[in-house]
């Protein structure tokens, strides 16, 4: 079959596009792709207000209105972690860096890039972080000063207890940093169950907007300490508030197409019941998709309690005629796309529940699936 013919073969979404099944980027509406036909500068007064209510509402998101800032940046998300981790943490500071995933070690990482003292506790990649540890090294270790902890780690797609690990890190008096990308605007995040110091996320996850523009929401009565510490001009936060608080506008070249897709998704995100509704809608998608491939004879790495409705890793079937590639190629062949596998020990591939669509194409999902591999031998 040629390339075009696969192309007209492959369309599932609402705008003929193959149907994303990944982490992010992931299937926008046709409304939030349409809100990016225009162009604005970013001088404009539409677009000056456009930047406000996007942050405020973000900010009412996770019940922070009163207590925290809203700070967007250009880039991924992996922008929006180093940039709250840069100017979160003190030069002088020291992280507890809890890690049990490839997102979890990407802090530690970045730790090291910009000279950050960084200790450790890592758990499997199957199992959620160690709170005891969590609570003991505390009590051990007074020179640390925060601690990084990673919501839903799409590696495997675990749930971690970011309200143990926030209940512990108050209760020692030591500030929490949180990556909230696979978890903001669909996981329950209220700074009155989950107090945190600063959270990092981005557009193009659970609130199903484009790539491109990534956010961290901050805590006001801290932030000004932060002055400073950024190692980075483009990723200094402060820097950029203080410059949106003076004039209304970015420090650099804004993502204005990004912003605009942004403000449409979160109406339809209100529209849908807010965090709570979208919740259910992944729920049901979650639940389609293992019931269809536990069905099919696939097994899931992750217990039912430790899933998030966020991404799902499936393990490689133990029949050597199975070829990922393969299967992958045919499946994206009949207009769905899903992801390989990111853990470090066991064949695995990944399927994700979140973007803009609910149970009844995750069934037509899995219905491909059986179709590709009960179709070609797989």
Same mark, same amino acid.
């Given at each position: 079959?040629?390339?075009?013919?696969? *192309?007209?073969?492959?369309?599932?979404? &609402?705008?003929?596009?193959?149907?994303?099944?990944?982490?992010?980027?992931?299937?926008?509406?046709?409304?939030?792709?349409?809100?990016? *036909?225009?162009?604005? =500068?970013?001088?404009?007064?539409?677009?000056?207000? @456009?930047?406000?209510?996007?942050?405020?509402? @973000?900010?009412? @998101?996770?019940?922070?209105?009163?207590?925290?800032?809203?700070?967007?940046?250009?880039?991924?998300?992996?922008?929006?972690?180093?940039?709250?981790? %840069? +100017?979160?943490?003190?030069?002088?500071?020291?992280?507890?860096?809890?890690?049990?995933?490839?997102?979890?070690?990407? !802090?530690?990482? !970045?730790?090291?890039?910009?000279?950050?003292?960084? &200790?450790?506790?890592?758990? %499997?990649?199957?199992?959620?972080?160690?709170?005891?540890?969590?609570?003991?090294? @505390?009590?051990?270790?007074?020179?640390? #000063?925060?601690?990084?902890? /990673? $919501?839903?780690? #799409?590696?495997?797609?675990?749930?971690?207890? /970011?309200?143990?690990?926030?209940?512990?890190?108050?209760?020692?008096?030591?500030?929490?940093?949180?990556?909230?990308?696979?978890?903001?605007? %669909?996981?329950?995040?209220?700074?009155? +169950?989950?107090?945190?110091?600063?959270?990092?996320?981005?557009? +193009?996850?659970?609130?199903?907007?484009?790539?491109?523009? =990534?956010?961290?929401?901050?805590?006001?009565?801290?932030?000004?300490?932060?002055?400073?510490?950024?190692?980075?001009?483009? *990723?200094? *936060?402060?820097?950029?508030?203080? $410059?949106?608080?003076?004039?209304?506008?970015?420090?650099?070249?804004?993502?204005?197409?990004?912003?605009?897709?942004?403000?449409?998704?979160?109406?339809?995100?209100?529209?849908?019941?807010? /965090?709570?509704?979208?919740?259910?809608? $992944?729920?049901?998608?979650?639940?389609?998709?293992?019931?269809?491939?536990?069905?099919? =004879?696939?097994?899931?790495?992750?217990?039912?309690?430790?899933?998030?409705?966020?991404?799902?890793?499936?393990?490689?079937? =133990?029949?050597?005629?199975?070829?990922?590639?393969?299967?992958?190629?045919?499946?994206? %062949?009949?207009? $769905?796309?899903?992801?390989?596998?990111?853990?470090?020990?066991?064949?695995?591939?990944?399927?994700?529940?979140?973007?803009?669509?609910?149970?009844?194409?995750?069934?037509?999902?899995?219905?491909?699936?059986?179709?590709?591999? #009960?179709?070609?031998?797989?």
């Amino acid at each position: 079959m040629s390339r075009n013919k696969k *192309l007209k073969k492959a369309r599932r979404s &609402s705008i003929n596009d193959p149907l994303l099944l990944t982490p992010g980027p992931l299937t926008t509406s046709a409304t939030v792709k349409e809100a990016m *036909l225009h162009d604005y =500068g970013s001088r404009d007064d539409y677009f000056i207000e @456009l930047n406000r209510r996007v942050c405020q509402e @973000l900010l009412t @998101l996770c019940d922070a209105q009163q207590t925290h800032l809203c700070i967007p940046l250009q880039g991924s998300g992996s922008f929006a972690v180093e940039a709250m981790i %840069a +100017n979160q943490l003190p030069r002088e500071g020291k992280l507890l860096n809890l890690v049990n995933g490839a997102y979890g070690h990407r !802090i530690t990482e !970045i730790c090291q890039y910009i000279d950050r003292k960084v &200790s450790v506790i890592e758990t %499997a990649e199957d199992q959620p972080v160690d709170v005891a540890r969590l609570n003991q090294t @505390l009590t051990d270790d007074a020179t640390i #000063t925060h601690v990084a902890v /990673v $919501y839903c780690e #799409t590696t495997s797609g675990i749930l971690n207890p /970011v309200e143990e690990v926030a209940e512990i890190v108050a209760r020692h008096n030591r500030r929490l940093l949180i990556d909230a990308m696979s978890a903001f605007g %669909a996981l329950p995040l209220s700074v009155g +169950n989950i107090p945190f110091d600063a959270i990092a996320a981005s557009a +193009n996850k659970c609130l199903q907007s484009v790539p491109g523009l =990534g956010f961290v929401i901050a805590k006001k009565d801290t932030f000004p300490r932060t002055r400073g510490n950024a190692h980075s001009l483009s *990723l200094d *936060l402060h820097a950029q508030w203080q $410059y949106m608080n003076d004039t209304g506008q970015w420090r650099f070249t804004p993502p204005t197409h990004c912003l605009l897709a942004l403000d449409q998704a979160l109406r339809e995100l209100e529209k849908e019941g807010g /965090v709570s509704g979208r919740y259910k809608r $992944y729920e049901e998608n979650c639940r389609t998709l293992v019931t269809g491939m536990r069905d099919l =004879g696939f097994q899931t790495l992750l217990p039912d309690e430790l899933q998030a409705p966020i991404i799902v890793t499936f393990l490689m079937p =133990g029949e050597e005629s199975f070829n990922f590639q393969e299967f992958y190629d045919r499946l994206n %062949a009949l207009g $769905y796309v899903i992801y390989p596998g990111k853990l470090t020990n066991i064949d695995s591939f990944r399927v994700g529940c979140i973007g803009h669509f609910g149970p009844d194409k995750m069934q037509a999902a899995v219905s491909a699936i059986k179709t590709v591999i #009960t179709g070609s031998g797989l």
